[in-house]
């Protein structure tokens, strides 16, 4: 039987989130003022050890991505908080259930990296979020918790792909939101050409408790090569549709069957997507792989922000395939070729299959195709686009085949 | 220096080089589309792609450092196969009518469509844009169903004329090239320079007033020095069966090294009078004040003769001349020399006040 | 240009446009100013009358009142002089007549400025700051400084300031006249000039003149000569019987064109060289066919002095001539015989009687060209001018000037201020660019810019044709609403023969030394059609 374990939650529906005094009485801002006793140096090397890697999707090692970062007179932190992927809530319920953790990490970080200035990157959908933020800022500033290190929320453009770390710099900056090629990183020049460290809320949130606790205690939770914790959020043909934390080694069964209490009105299982949207589709027979980032990786799937969408026995998988491809089509930001021309031509594809109007050669062009946006793609969306497609053509091949002309 | 392997060659080049100068260096030809030397790095068209040992992901070569130790592959079977996909989905939302295209034969399209075979495109299952082909301006043809969206003019106009006229509207398969409100250039902060047409790679952006008269591979190009201000840029006048057909630019520095390549409207689009119906094409004479066509030896003799009457009458400073402005170096100094030594007169002026 | 293009794009921190609507009359310049301020951070300063587009981004934006150029650079150097920003080691050191200089800037305060100008006093202070303070300042101007009966004093003001701050002889620095025509440079430099031979060698000058007496085998005239305005007048009066014009179209582009007409009317003789049967050509006894810069060899110099090559790119179209050539057979026919195989030759006997070229041969000027001086064939050229703050004359001359009024102001007849230059599409009078086919249909027709309250006051629409009048004639045009200028200043272009605003200009207010009409400030009124 697997078991929560909360490390960002840890406070959630125990503390009023409205009330930092709530947080400090918690333990809150202790880890704040432990870091900044630390050397810089020592600090990232703390985090590095933890091994507490990115948890918005890259799963990049957090004190590495600090230690790239040039000294410089002005350096930024950025909390990505734009949530874009349909299905994911995890980084609202963080911020709604105890800001003061995200707020908190942000000034560890900014400790590391000599920042005077954070930015909140808030998903467009979610402005009560960001009255709340301003609300728990206003508390810290007042209280000086943050000492000299302050923290703006700016509101999302409302694009998905405003949610990849370049695109949201660019569109911090006040320009279309289009990811820029790498290198340079953000974390040697960044926001206006500054080393800026952007990372995910729960990245962030992480980070008081690794800092109270030490490394050696984060790096034996879960499995060994993305350590901790992860929050999941559950949707889909699912009976408890919920936000949980559980270690890393919990296994995908574990996650749908003991805590999301398995497959809605006794039906049987089919399929689950985690990641988002462009998670890879798994089938029965993986289920006993665990969720961290390597082993879904190994198995051509994603941990990626975490949402698990379960599918049961009724879905009609192309007919969901095509909706995810349509979902791509419609964000892209149609700067790099492959993707702008990449995803249409697979929306058009899929909808001619879905159909029933497509042949076999129809699903050859669409694999090749999608084999080059993996590897071609300008950014993250491009190349991940075509998962759904690739795994679900792996997996469930026989889908498509049935709806081909004869 | 860095050294890297290229198709399992050494090669050296500076530190801080791309991996696509890497190679132009040592003569490895990668093919580009978005990438301009004198314009922000756009990383975007991904025909540059090189595929790097160790890598996961191709790299765009235009924008990818070059590392030392490196081992890249430049045509490989698979880049080759990535180009030719990148190439049959531009094909698909490309308008091909090479002839009738002003680009044909100069086209970047074109040439690498022959290069990796792209005949037809895989992906023409229908979802074509159409635009309008309907700018009235009398400069610029904007024919954005041959546009690959390189967004090299988006560029050349915000970073070289400083114009800011056109950028990039909607998103993904929607995206487009268009001023402000998508409407015509002349409602926008366009100064019809013509440095997009100069970028572009293709025959979306074309001159209205060339249209017809000679494609790139029929014309000679004079690199010569433009007649209007006194900035003195470098421009190529496109000649054709001895007749100017058009106006283009050399965009190094060697041979354009006041400009670069950049011209305003005039330099760029105001070359036709040269070949304009009112040309003098005779010397006239006025009799009883109308003007008489004559020969030049009939010409000649009589404003030599009256001039040497009135400098005999009235004295040489009776007489002057007005030089040009708009004419040669050589030809001002003869005209002074003429005034001077000829006429015997230092009345000579030109309108430099004026 | 003291300076190089270049600079203005690379080096200077600090633009200081005056009397230079860049943008449209030199494209290709403005484009470089407007990435130098937006891309690297140069500050812009700009006074103009009306707001043109380099005003749109100027840190500072001063409309002066046409021909109040003087009263507006010395409240300048006013500020700079009471605040301390003044270059001392650099006045000390190069330049002499500072305090003659000082003493006649004194009452110049901003306050006293503003009510001249009617620029606001803040905005001088701000403008002088500016300049002042930036590590490298380059003044840049063009006809609205110089078409001024005060234009020579209005030249020697800008000078004052550059030098009052030691901006001179760095790169980035200089005082830049934008030189409106591809080759005015080159016809200067060639002693297109009745008062020097190629290189600004004087004319009265003994050793000066047997040279070229050598050179050219004849004796010649020991005198100065008439300048084209003052040529103009003297054919008026009857004492000029003959005149030959190659490629100039005083027909359009001078002031007063009634008294150009008459006097034109008057001459004995009149020869024209061009392309086109010009408003001039019209009154020529003979009239020779020329051809265009693609039709010849050459080289044009262009504002930054440098000398570029012409090339020719078709055979010259049929019956017209290379105008050297057309130069060469009048001169052998009247008994000096002119002989040239190419412009290449001529190019050689040039640079041999002008210093400032001698190093220079058509090999050389392949590729980038040369920027004179380049005295050697070894020299480099010279990419700005008085490195290290040395002058041709030893010391930079300080000059203390007052402000004059404009010769003619606005009364209760005429009481507008009626100001004439050009715009992008359109280039001097009009012969080439009326001709070129899309530049015309763009623009087809003058307009007569006129403020909205104005308008508004004169029950004016826009696009509306009005008579505009001065006390030389009137013209009908178009009229254009706009808030660019000043209810009390109209302006439009010289481009258009339909509406030849120079039947309106002055041409008795010139330049006392310069000769230069006073284009840029005339009285005039509008009327409703
Ligand atoms: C299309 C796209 C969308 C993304 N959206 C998000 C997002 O909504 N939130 C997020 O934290 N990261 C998102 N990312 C990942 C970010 O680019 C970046 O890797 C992350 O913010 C880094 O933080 P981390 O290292 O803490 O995970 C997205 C990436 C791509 C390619
Ligand atoms: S742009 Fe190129 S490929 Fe397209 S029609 Fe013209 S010549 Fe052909
Ligand atoms: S003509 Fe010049 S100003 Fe107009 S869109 Fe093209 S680059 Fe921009
Ligand atoms: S119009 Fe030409 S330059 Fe502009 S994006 Fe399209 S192809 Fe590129
Ligand atoms: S040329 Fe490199 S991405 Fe376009």
Redesign the interface.
Known sequence: MGKEMRIVLRNADKIDPNSIDDYIKAGGYRALEKARGMERKALIEEVKKANLRGRGGAGFNAGMKWSFVPPAEVTYVVCNLDEGEPGTYKDRTIVQKDPHTLLEGMAICAHAINSKKGFIYCRGEYPYVVEHLNRAIDQARKKGVLGDFDIEVRMGGG?YVCGEETALIESIEGH?GEPR?K?PFPGVAGLWNRPTVVNNVETFANLPEIINRGYEWFASIGAPSYPGTKVLTLSGDVVNRVAIEVPTNTTIREVIYDFGGGIRDGKKFKAVQIGGTSGGFIPESLLDTPIDFDSMRDIGATLGTGAVFVMDETRDIVDIVTRIAKFF??????????C??????NF??MT?INRGMAAAQDIE?MT??CK?MQ????CGLG?AAPGPIVTTLQHFRHEYERKLLA | MVTLTVNGRQIKAPRGSTILEACRLNGIEIPTLCYDPDLR???????C?VEAKGR???L?SC???AEDGMVIETESP?IV??RR??LE??A??HDFSCQTCEKNGDCKFQDYCYRYGVKDS??T???RHVYPIDDPNPFIERDYNKC??CTRCVRACEEITVARAIN?K??????KIATAFDGHLADSPCVFCGQCIMVCPVGALTSKVSAGKGRAYEVDRVLTTCTYCGTGCTLELNVKDNQVVGVTSNRSEEYSPVNKGALCVKGRFGWDFINSPDRLTTPLIKENGEFREASWDEALDLVAARLQAIKESSGPDSMAVFTSARMTNEENYLAQKFARAVLGTNNVDHCARL | MTNSIEELEKDAKCIFVIGSNTTENHPVIGMKIKKNVLYRGAKLIVADPRRIDLAEMADVYMAHLPGTDVALINGMMNVIINEGLVDKEFIDNCTEGYEAMAEVVAKYTPEYVEKITTVPAEDIRKAARIYAESEAAVICYAMGVTQHSTGTDNVKSICNLAMLTGNIGRPGTGVDPLRGQNNVQGSCDMGGLPVTYPGYQAVTNEAVRAKFEAAWGVPLPPNNGLTLTETINKAHEGQIKALVVIGENPMMSDPDLHHVEEALEKLDFLVVQDIFLTETARYADVVLPGVTFAEKDGTFTNTERRVQRVRKAIDPIDGAKPDWQIICELATRMGYPMHYNSPEEIFEEMKALTPSYAGMSYARLEGRGLQWPCPSADHPGTPFLHKDGKFTRGKGLFSAIEFKEPRELPDEEYPLILTTGRNLYHYHTGTMTRRSVALDKHVPEAELEINPHLAAKMGIRDGEKVRLSTRRGSVEIKAKITDILAENVVFTTFHFHEAAVNWLTNADSLDPVAKIPEYKVCAARIDKI
């Open positions: 694009a279309r090629f290198p089509e419609h964000e892209s930001c149609g700067k790099c070729n492959p702008r021309e990449g995803t249409f031509r058009k594809i001619k062009n090749l195709l080059v590897k071609a793609c300008l190349q | 790095l756009a990383g975007s068209c991904r025909m792609l996961p992901l191709f765009a924008v990818a450092p698979d196969e990535a996909i990148v989905l531009l698909a939302r895989r992906f299952d229908g979802g690959i969206m990039v909607d998103r993904g398969h929607n995206a």
